[in-house]
């Protein structure tokens, strides 16, 4: 796996994200109140919202848009609603934060 750098756990406050731009498109990178960081497409799968502006609570986001809830460690829409997101591979060293952009790549394919 190639490992890009998308900078450092501070850039992204508690309960929140920060958007990446890539060649394959945004990736909304959040952070929960626990420090976990997760990856995902910045879409939602309803109507393509942008996850990334979405309220973070646990290990799930809620779409600004229509209030889907997604699960940031498997992508899938939670509740009644069904569909998801791809999920990015992160790796965190210390405090600095990078994703595979190569995993982007073969999930596109």
């Known amino acids: ?16 994200a920060r958007c990446v731009q890539t060649p394959q498109g945004r990736i909304a990178v959040f952070r929960t ?9 910045d ?8 996850l990334s502006q979405g309220l973070v ?6 779409c600004p848009l ?3 809830v997604i699960s940031l460690e498997t992508g899938k829409a939670l509740g009644a609603d069904e569909g998801a997101v791809r999920t990015i591979p ?3 060293e210390g405090e600095r934060l990078f994703i595979a952009l ?3 790549a073969d999930k596109a394919a």
């Open 1 to 16: 796996m190639t490992w890009f750098a998308i900078g450092s756990m501070k850039d992204i406050p508690r309960r929140g």
């Open 33 to 41: 109140a626990d420090d976990q960081i997760f990856a995902i497409e």
């Open 43 to 50: 879409q939602c799968p309803h109507k393509g919202g942008p």
């Open 57 to 62: 609570h646990g290990a799930a986001v809620t």
């Open 66 to 68: 229509h209030n889907w």
């Open 90 to 92: 992160v790796n965190v």
């Open 102 to 104: 190569d995993a982007i």
